[in-house]
């Protein structure tokens, strides 16, 4: 149940971090924080949603999250690119090196990954309390089988954070990291001050 609207929650993202009243400020803290250099800004859409204007100031109404990445990946490209040079498959940044556990910037950081990202990567992310496994078909194990933008999550004990992919792992660990870090002391009063409205915020 959406913790904002009391309509049912649908998708991995409310699943995983229920739209309580913060739910706004933190989400869109983390978006901007993917955005930064791409000339693209969002905010909050009042009802639901998030309103995107791009580079020529056209404005675009996303419903949820991965909606908005998809189309943040038509307009500038991926916003998460691995370093190519970066061959590892799994890397672990203990629970010290970790950032407070923030659900909704562990959403947004993995919509991100999936929608605007360079493709699927059989992506597993560990972080606050979650495992989100990136969708396979049934019976098939090789790259070429998953699905883009299909997670499933579930449940899991343990800190840190663990990012598990076919290659550039250590690279998307710390940029989740980074995402997930607390927010500046240096944030402007507007920066600060949480949407009005955040129904259906997804």
């Given amino acids: 149940m959406c913790g904002v609207c009391g309509r049912p929650a649908t998708g991995w993202t409310e699943r995983v971090a229920p739209l309580d009243p913060g739910a706004a400020t933190a989400r869109h803290r983390a978006v901007r924080r993917l955005l930064a250099g791409t000339r693209i800004t969002v905010r909050p859409w009042p009802g639901g949603g998030w309103q995107l204007a791009d580079r020529a100031g056209r404005r675009h109404h996303c419903a949820d999250l991965p909606a908005l990445w998809t ?70 194990l090789t790259p070429g089988s998953l699905t883009p933008g299909t997670l499933t999550p579930v449940r899991c004990a343990g800190d840190g954070l663990t990012v598990e992919a076919l290659s550039g792992a250590r690279t998307l660990a710390r940029r989740l990291a980074e995402v997930m870090a607390p927010a500046p002391q240096g944030l402007s009063a507007q920066e600060r001050r949480p949407p009005v409205d955040q129904t259906g915020l997804r």
């Fill in 71 to 140: 189309t943040v990946r038509s307009l500038a490209g991926p916003v998460i690119a691995p370093d190519p040079a970066d061959l590892t498959r799994s890397w672990t940044l203990p629970g010290d090196e970790v950032p407070r556990p923030d659900p909704h910037a562990l959403v947004v950081w993995t919509a991100a990954a999936l929608h605007a990202g360079p493709g699927p990567r059989g992506l597993t992310v560990r972080a606050a309390g979650w495992r989100l496994t990136e969708a396979v078909a049934p019976g098939s």
